[in-house]
């Protein structure tokens, strides 16, 4: 069983767990700090101008957070300051007002980074089940928030949208992965309303459920999931119709002459492998060695995702793999977990267990497998 969200019956310190929510918060803090600091917007998607609805599309298609800004900027709220040596830095260098809806938007960062370590440790329940474990383990998703937002020396723009998306894309996959679809749906709706790459949801489900839930029940979801995207997709085309810029932007032809060319030393490689903190090394090749088959199956989303990167984004821009940061690390989690028990315990039997049916079959499999729960292992 996972360990709840919020359960301080189940901890035995709890001054540990008020600990652990301070550190987050302190964490998060400093990371949007950071942030600030070595980022910067361009001129299609400034704040403002994403505030009025006047941004180029399709960078103004991505409403929900300056929806939301706007929404409280109507109300005087005794909201705390964001004003910071990064931020004025940020706000000076883009020749912004400092203005409250400015503050909005770093506290709406703050608030998804410090979610974001909230639901990825709850995530890692289903897999960890030590409350200590999983909390002490949370903290590596700045790890790679740290080298896709802050570190990369191109391309490194600042997004309104880029966190509250790893946020979003965290919680879909622990709804997909307990099969909560009454959670799923408005979850689904918001991640598109923030950018439309809420759709690779819609393959993580497909991927894992294939051979799992019937096919009459996986076609339902995904054709539902995909006539609620182009209706919110279209409605915002039509809704931004006249702003400047296009719908879709291909990018093809030149992501094809980055990697063949010489733009820079070496081409863009040294800074594509750097991609997620160069966790996906690891786990490309030792990915027979997760033994959870949910996590496993959900790299599969990788071949669609990249496809979509190769024609609409610029293949080298590290922040557009910010989707694959909760797949990738908890699949190199379960690989150290598994890389530690052949270690300690290189004698030790593998029981298998059923296969994944949802967080229902789980609660039933016995306790008794030695490479973590659900482990499914020898199974592709």
């Known amino acids: 069983m996972p360990t709840p969200l919020f359960n301080m019956s189940r ?51 991505r409403v929900l957070v300056p929806w939301i800004v706007r929404g409280l900027s109507h109300f005087d709220l005794p909201l705390p300051v964001f004003d910071t040596v990064g931020m004025r830095r940020f706000v000076d260098h883009q020749r912004l007002l400092w203005t409250p809806a400015v503050n909005l938007f770093a506290l709406i960062e703050i608030l998804s980074t410090f979610c974001l370590v909230i639901v990825f440790r709850y995530y890692l329940s289903f897999f960890f089940r030590k409350l200590k474990t999983n909390i002490i383990l949370s903290f590596s998703i700045f790890y790679p928030l740290v080298f896709t937002f802050i570190l990369p020396d191109r391309l490194n723009i600042w997004y309104p949208y880029d966190i509250p998306l790893v946020l979003l894309f965290t919680l879909g996959l622990i709804f997909l992965y307990k099969r909560q679809w009454f959670f799923y749906y408005p979850l689904f709706i918001a991640a598109t309303l923030n950018r439309e790459t809420a759709c690779f949801l819609t393959f993580v489900y497909l991927f894992t459920a294939w051979g799992k839930d019937r096919l009459r029940t996986i076609m339902l979801h995904c054709v539902s999931q995909f006539v609620i995207w182009c209706i919110i997709i279209i409605s915002l085309q039509w809704l931004y119709r006249d702003n400047p810029g296009r719908d879709t932007i291909c990018q093809f032809h030149e992501n094809f002459r980055l990697l063949t060319g010489r733009a820079y030393a070496f081409g863009p490689y040294p800074l594509m492998l750097s991609i997620l903190g160069y966790i996906w090394i690891p786990v490309l090749l030792l990915q027979n060695r997760i033994g959870n088959l949910f996590v496993r199956r959900s790299l599969l989303v990788t071949i669609p995702f990249l496809a979509a990167i190769l024609y609409g984004c610029n293949i080298h821009e590290v922040r557009d793999y910010g989707e694959l940061i909760p797949i990738y690390l ?7 977990k598994n890389l530690i028990i052949d270690d300690f315990c290189p004698a030790t039997k593998i029981t298998k267990t059923p296969r994944y049916r949802g967080i229902s079959s789980l609660q039933k499999e016995p306790e008794t497998g030695v490479r973590g729960e659900n482990s499914d292992s020898g199974r592709g």
């Open 330 to 336: 908890t699949a190199l989690l379960l690989i150290i």
């Open 11 to 61: 901890s035995k310190n709890i001054g540990f767990f008020f600990l652990f929510l301070l550190l987050v918060l302190t964490a998060s803090y400093y990371f949007v700090e950071l942030r600030f600091s070595h980022t910067y917007m361009i001129y299609v998607a400034r704040m403002d101008d994403l505030l009025q609805g006047t941004a180029r599309r399709p960078w103004q298609c």
